[in-house]
């Protein structure tokens, strides 16, 4: 870990790694407004927010609800291409959200995770689904998706009257997959046990 001005950020393997180097990943916004307030001697800038959500000026992530709102707010007909990048851990449990909105959700875009972890999330639902997981789908034939360098430990998942149900994902369909882990101790001491109603798997239930 490395202390910066009395703060601790703990790194994976005890030292900083730059992950994914062959993908340059950098934000470029146009201010559009700034407004100067007297009273403080500050000023206060509006950004444009064109381009968010692309291969070189991704969404970057550091909290749970926010990566829930960037991709419901991104997703037509319930898919999301957006790219995004995590920089810190989420932890659904500290923020307080029960359940995950995104089980719904075919992704098609690209998730950098930087080998954190995504914890503390519940899947809960008796609606009968085709595809049930953190997300329903991954890849759907015509976009490739990317999902890397990321773990998962949910506090558990019960989909019981889905038919293919995945920690990660229900379905992974042409799409690149590099580097995923569920933990099912972390939340859990005795292990989690995944709930679906045909195909399941701890991590995809069909691939």
């Given at each position: 870990?490395?202390?910066?001005?009395?703060?601790?950020?703990?790194?994976?393997?005890?030292?900083?790694?730059?992950?994914?180097?062959?993908?340059?990943?950098?934000?470029?916004?146009?201010?559009?407004?700034?407004?100067?307030?007297?009273?403080?001697?500050?000023?206060?800038?509006?950004?444009?927010?064109?381009?968010?959500?692309?291969?070189?000026?991704?969404?970057?992530?550091?909290?749970?609800?926010?990566l829930e709102n960037i991709i419901l707010?991104?997703?037509?007909?319930?898919?999301?291409?957006?790219?995004?990048?995590?920089?810190?851990?989420?932890?659904?449990?500290?923020?307080?959200?029960?359940?995950?909105?995104?089980?719904?959700?075919?992704?098609?875009?690209?998730?950098?995770?930087?080998?954190?972890?995504?914890?503390g999330f519940s899947l809960n639902n008796?609606?009968?689904?085709?595809?049930?997981?953190?997300?329903?789908?991954?890849?759907?034939?015509?976009?490739?998706?990317?999902?890397?360098?990321?773990?998962?430990?949910?506090?558990?998942?019960?989909?019981?009257?889905?038919?293919?149900?995945?920690?990660?994902?229900?379905?992974?369909?042409?799409?690149?997959?590099?580097?995923?882990?569920?933990?099912?101790?972390?939340?859990?001491?005795?292990?989690?046990?995944?709930?679906?109603?045909?195909?399941?798997?701890?991590?995809?239930?069909?691939?």
């Amino acid at each position: 870990m490395i202390k910066i001005k009395n703060k601790v950020q703990k790194f994976a393997a005890n030292r900083p790694q730059l992950v994914s180097a062959n993908t340059l990943a950098y934000s470029q916004r146009e201010i559009v407004e700034e407004t100067y307030k007297e009273e403080t001697g500050e000023t206060e800038y509006v950004f444009s927010t064109d381009n968010l959500g692309t291969k070189y000026n991704p969404y970057i992530i550091t909290k749970a609800r926010q990566l829930e709102n960037i991709i419901l707010d991104n997703s037509v007909n319930d898919v999301c291409s957006s790219y995004i990048r995590i920089i810190k851990d989420l932890d659904y449990s500290e923020e307080q959200i029960v359940v995950s909105s995104l089980y719904r959700t075919v992704f098609t875009g690209y998730i950098e995770g930087n080998d954190l972890t995504i914890s503390g999330f519940s899947l809960n639902n008796n609606e009968s689904l085709l595809n049930a997981g953190f997300f329903s789908q991954i890849g759907n034939g015509v976009e490739s998706a990317v999902l890397q360098n990321l773990t998962f430990a949910p506090k558990y998942i019960n989909l019981p009257n889905s038919y293919n149900v995945g920690t990660v994902a229900g379905t992974v369909y042409k799409a690149n997959i590099y580097n995923i882990t569920v933990d099912g101790y972390k939340n859990n001491p005795d292990g989690m046990v995944v709930m679906g109603r045909d195909i399941v798997g701890g991590v995809f239930g069909r691939t």
